[in-house]
């Protein structure tokens, strides 16, 4: 897929070709080729719109060198990469309470259901992070969404440790589960500074979970 949309002279803003033409033209499975733009939607390659389509990110053609995001990561601790969230994500939150369309609080909500019934936890960390990033998303900015791509890839960089886990899978009182439902519930009434309050809570309670903050 890389080498297609580097072959073709897909240009940031571009849209590809959607999934079944995609299929003939690269001759892979279905799952396969999910798999694949799961994997470059995760590494802001591209980002895919609702009802409109696949379209190449912005800055996703540049060099790691020519990114001024590239390897910042390695320069940020866990605490400052969580304060870095909480100053950026419930703004987008906020942006997505005043555009969402049907089919964006459709995704953001089977995904938080997909969250919930998740069988181990790098399932579920693999939705909550699809869960974020379906709402910058449903901001419907491509400016906003470019800002939170760059800032998901800081968050992979930056060096966390090992997470002591002391179940196999998330409890049914997973706290991130009614925090969602409340970050959701805003969107879905269209009431930002709900939607911006309720994804700040969200944030400070990972937070508290990681670093021990009141």
């Known amino acids: 897929m890389r080498a297609f949309i580097e072959e073709r002279g897909y240009a940031p803003g571009d849209r590809i070709p959607p999934e079944r033409r995609l299929i003939d033209l690269l001759g892979i499975s279905r799952a396969a080729l999910r798999r694949a733009l799961e994997v470059l939607e ?3 390659v591209i980002w895919r719109h609702v009802g409109k389509g696949t379209f190449v990110s912005y800055g996703a053609g540049e060099g790691a060198g020519q990114d001024a995001f590239a390897g910042l990561g390695h320069h940020l601790t866990p605490y400052r ?3 870095a969230r909480i100053c950026i994500e419930p703004a987008i939150a906020r942006e997505a309470a005043m555009n969402a369309s049907r089919e964006a609080l459709t995704r ?3 995904i938080a259901q997909r969250a919930e019934v998740s069988t181990y936890w790098a399932e579920y ?3 909550d992070d699809q869960f974020h990033r379906a709402i910058a998303e449903a901001a419907d900015n491509a400016l906003l969404l470019a800002v939170f791509d760059s800032l998901n890839r800081v968050r992979r960089e930056v060096a966390w440790g090992a997470v002591t886990r002391s179940s196999a899978r998330p409890s049914r009182g997973h706290s991130s589960f009614a925090e969602h ?5 805003a969107i879905e009434a269209h009431d930002g500074d709900a939607a911006f309050d309720a994804m700040r809570r969200h944030l400070r309670s990972v937070s508290s979970r990681l670093f021990g903050e009141a």
């Open 125 to 127: 960390e693999r939705q």
């Open 108 to 110: 953001i909500s089977a």
């Open 181 to 185: 439902g409340a970050i959701l519930a």
């Open 42 to 44: 995760r590494d802001g």
């Open 81 to 83: 990469m969580m304060r």
